[in-house]
């Protein structure tokens, strides 16, 4: 076969241009990982060959076009409803395959669902594997990067892992050679522009890989517990604007991102129980994302920024009980969810922000004010929109777990007001909603830690109706789960605060069971843990002294029974 002058053509419908621009760039661009090459030995794929003309007013592909596609070892067709519509695409598409029917095409998808967006020449005799470039789907940099190992003729799994790798050890070497950066960044500046021009594409290299450290790598080390690693990739992340120098030089994009590691490294402190560490960063993040905000309030990204300061801040309203301020806060945030609902009326995350400060007003109704009626509305006002979320994006898996959380609050307000059936049916669904999610993600922290809420829930309603029997057999599956957790992450304090009332509610049990023994052990075993707490924990400041009291409580009944003989 005659040797290639351009690793693919792209075809597309000229109402495409800046994405076919784009993916241009990506594709010529893109440099191979360490220890992946071409079948020539080099890491580029070379050029991509890309019409600039248009033609609506030509009756037939111009004479470039024939020798692009002559020239080409992979036709790329760009899909999307204009896409379909374009004769010359289908044109394209059907003289590729008869000059070289050997040869590959590859789509990727950019608007639209398939349906819409495949020119119909491309999905004769069979739909073609596709790349979904759109935000619901692959992704920008997925979607990428399976067409790249389509080019290449490499396998994904090698190439996202060996990206994966490559993007790591640069957030490292960025890390450790901060310092040097910084002095490289004053030697350049004697050379004016150049100095400019290198600092915009370090930058701009730098946010990348700090952008995946907040979404791909901080997801990933959340669901398997790793608070210590989390608190690593956070500081890293946040030294790279240290060496910045002054922040009001910042694009706004920068200082936005800057804000969202901000409220990373707050729900880590609040995962510790340093609530006043976590309330410092919120409250920074505010004062940048309310900037932000100001010079485009019709920004989507910068609402959706800046309801999440309202909601941390909230949130430690909230945990250290100062309901009115907690209660403003999440106001504000609801304000903003709708603002973007407004904006973003068919997207899954607009559906989401409204749920979650929906649900956030119903805990400070319920714990606080101890309004169970309109806390049970506005929770299921709260799942309906997280309902709506899962319809709009069925593979989210956080909304799935959203749609079983408001479940579990439901039922949290029914127990409180000693409604048991409905508060055990919605556990119940709780739990039944957690299953086929556990199945699919089995090392999901997050997931496991539900799974032992709903469980401990159960115990307590089967105990306050009196099904001591059942009662027993769920507060045992809830410690073993309990145990499983803390073993994955010590740290946790959140998972080790929800143990040490496992271990307690166990004991009321055993107590109530007639059983004087259990209740000894397990109030001993509870007494160690509670030996380990701090003050100001992360679920409740009070819990330490709100704990010790009910465990003197359990000790004194066990004291007594054995002093009975029951």
Not at 261 to 271: N, Q, S
Not at 406 to 417: E, L, N, P
């Amino acid at each position: 076969m005659e040797t290639a002058a351009y690793v693919a053509f792209l075809s597309y419908s000229h109402k495409d241009v800046r994405r076919a621009r784009w993916l241009q760039r990506r594709i010529e661009g893109y440099r191979l990982p360490r220890g992946l090459t071409l079948k020539d030995g080099t890491n580029r794929l070379g050029p991509v060959f890309r019409d600039q003309d248009e033609l609506a007013a030509a009756s037939d592909l111009s004479q470039s076009v024939k020798d692009g596609i002559a020239r080409s070892g992979v036709m790329v067709v760009l899909c999307s409803p204009s896409a379909a519509a374009s004769l010359w695409v289908d044109k394209e598409i059907r003289l590729f395959r008869q000059v070289h029917p050997d040869r590959p095409i590859l789509a990727a998808i950019v608007e639209g669902d398939p349906a819409h967006a495949f020119p119909a020449a491309l999905i004769e005799g069979a739909e073609p594997l596709a790349a979904d470039l759109r935000p619901q789907g692959d992704g920008a940099r997925l979607g990428t990067l399976k067409l790249i190992a389509g080019l290449a003729d490499i396998r994904l799994d090698r190439l996202v892992q060996r990206d994966a790798q490559r993007r790591i050890r640069r957030v490292t070497a960025i890390t450790v050679l901060s310092l040097i950066v910084a002095l490289g960044f004053i030697a350049l500046s004697l050379f004016a522009w150049q100095a400019q021009r290198e600092a915009e594409r370090q930058r701009a290299e730098a946010e990348g890989i700090v952008e995946f450290m907040l979404t791909d790598l901080r997801q990933r080390l959340r669901s398997v517990g790793r608070l210590d690693a989390l608190m690593t990739v956070n500081e890293r992340a946040m030294n790279y604007y240290k060496g910045q120098g002054d922040l009001d030089r910042l694009p706004d994009e920068s200082l936005e991102r800057r804000a969202r590691i901000l409220h990373a490294m707050g729900e880590d402190d609040i995962a510790r129980g340093d609530l006043g560490a976590a309330l410092q960063k919120f409250r920074e993040a505010h004062r940048t994302t309310e900037a932000i905000l100001e010079n485009a309030p019709d920004d989507p990204e910068r609402i959706f920024n800046h309801a999440q300061s309202e909601f941390w801040i909230g949130q430690i309203d909230q945990l250290e009980e100062r309901a009115e301020a907690a209660l403003g806060h999440y106001r504000a945030y609801l304000y903003w969810a709708r603002r973007l609902v407004e904006l973003e009326p068919e997207r899954s995350r607009s559906f989401m922000e409204a749920g979650y400060a929906l649900s956030n007003i119903a805990a400070v109704q319920w714990q606080f004010q101890k309004n169970h009626a309109q806390a049970i509305r506005n929770y299921q006002m709260s799942l309906d929109w997280f309902l709506k979320s899962q319809a709009a994006d069925p593979r989210s898996l956080n909304a799935r777990m959203e749609v079983a959380e408001r479940h579990a609050r439901i039922s949290d307000v029914q127990f409180d007001r000693r409604d048991f059936d409905a508060a055990r049916w919605h556990r119940l669904r709780h739990l039944a909603l957690l299953e086929p999610l556990r199945r699919e993600d089995p090392d999901n922290g997050d997931l496991a830690y539900d799974t032992l809420v709903a469980t401990r829930a159960l115990a307590r309603i089967a105990f306050e109706s009196g099904e001591l029997d059942e009662a027993a057999t769920l507060v045992a599956q809830a410690e073993t789960q309990a145990e499983s957790l803390r073993a994955r992450d010590p740290e946790n304090q959140f998972w080790f605060e929800q143990h040490l009332r496992v271990l307690m509610d166990a004991a009321e049990v055993a107590r109530a069971r007639h059983n004087p023994s259990e209740v000894a052990r397990l109030t001993g075993q509870a007494r160690e843990f509670l030996s380990q707490t701090r003050s100001g924990s992360a679920a409740d400041p009070a819990f330490r002294a709100e704990s010790i009291v009910r465990l003197d409580a359990i000790t004194r009944s066990g004291t007594d029974l054995s002093k009975k003989g029951e």
